[in-house]
């Protein structure tokens, strides 16, 4: 399990899966009520450390290798048994916990609702992997021939 400051061994108790055809026929518990996300039944991340990187990165310059490279730093400080997950693994596992997430700001148009057609956003506080974009995103300083 992935914290904040350290990792901490432990085993996952696993259930047969009778309806999957999948290799990977087990499923693991929600660990949520105990403040840790499960990824794929193999490492677990606390909502704490999770929490930390959201709280962190619209408020600094902090991309997911500056975040995980600072982590492993803490963990390397912390004799921790185990050092902190790659930045792709990090980077998967904290995208899946937001999607479980309400991070609903309120913010919205009066005219357009909370879903506007176009949006003008602050890169640095938005920023995120290239594997994330999709073909409708595009930077506001993007030249095109409706500019």
């Not at 047969?16 to 499923?27: E, L, P, Q, S």
């Not at 310059?61 to 921790?80: C, H, I, K, Q, W």
Request: glycine residues 8%; hydrophobic residues 35%.
């Amino acid at each position: 399990v992935f914290g904040l400051w350290r990792a901490y061994i432990g085993k996952i108790e696993l259930q047969r899966c009778i309806t999957c055809k999948h290799n990977r026929r087990y499923y693991g518990p929600d660990l949520g009520d105990l403040g840790i996300f499960n990824w794929n039944n193999a490492f677990g991340f606390t909502h704490e450390l999770l929490n930390q990187y959201t709280n962190t990165f619209p408020t600094a310059e902090n991309p997911f290798s500056a975040f995980v490279l600072a982590t492993r730093r803490l963990y390397l400080s912390a004799d921790s048994p185990t050092p902190l997950c790659y930045t792709e693994i990090f980077t998967h596992v904290w995208f899946a916990f937001t999607d479980l997430q309400q991070l609903e700001s309120g913010m919205k148009c009066p005219i357009c609702g909370p879903h506007p057609d176009i949006v003008i956003a602050d890169g640095v506080s938005i920023g995120y992997s290239v594997t994330k974009c999709t073909s409708g995103l595009h930077s506001p300083s993007l030249i095109s021939k409706d500019s």
